[in-house]
């Protein structure tokens, strides 16, 4: 009996996969790890920055609470200085939360001659040499 040479080259091919195909399968593969890797790195770190973001809103409603809490003849609050001719910047204490230093800074300016004076609190850090800032703002009436 003989076999056809065309049948003989078929089975050969059917038996399993080459060298090549291995490789470009491993690449892809490989591919795919590492972009799931990277994903997994930038979920991360944007969940850290959302922590320090979270963080210094939390410092700036404390000294919001703190100064709301202030007669507006407080020195903090520019005391009895007239405030048309510009705001009042007052430095405030600097925070540690979470191994992150938070400088709290308020900006006092008054607002028409209501008698009202809008307070600005910044808090400022800093993250790998970035820096980063949020404000919040309130209006503090006569008491």
């Known amino acids: 009996m003989k076999r056809k040479q065309g ?3 078929l089975s050969r091919r059917e038996n399993g996969f080459t060298l090549v195909e291995l490789a470009v399968a491993i690449l892809v593969f490989s ?3 590492l972009g799931i890797a990277k994903l997994q790195m930038m ?9 320090q973001i979270t963080e210094g809103i939390c410092v700036a409603q404390n000294s919001i609470e703190r100064l709301m809490d202030l007669p507006q003849t407080s020195t903090s609050l520019g005391g009895e200085a007239d405030l048309s ?3 009042y910047q007052h430095d405030g204490p600097t925070q ?4 992150m230093v938070f400088k709290t800074q308020w900006l006092v300016s008054q607002v028409g001659t209501t008698g009202l004076r809008q307070v600005d609190v910044q808090v400022s850090w800093e993250e790998k040499g970035t820096p980063h800032a949020i404000t919040l703002s309130f209006i503090k009436g006569k008491q």
């Open 7 to 9: 049948s003989k080259e």
């Open 31 to 33: 591919l795919g790890i």
């Open 43 to 51: 979920a991360v770190q944007g969940n850290a920055f959302s922590m």
């Open 85 to 87: 001719d510009g705001p």
């Open 96 to 99: 540690i939360q979470r191994n």
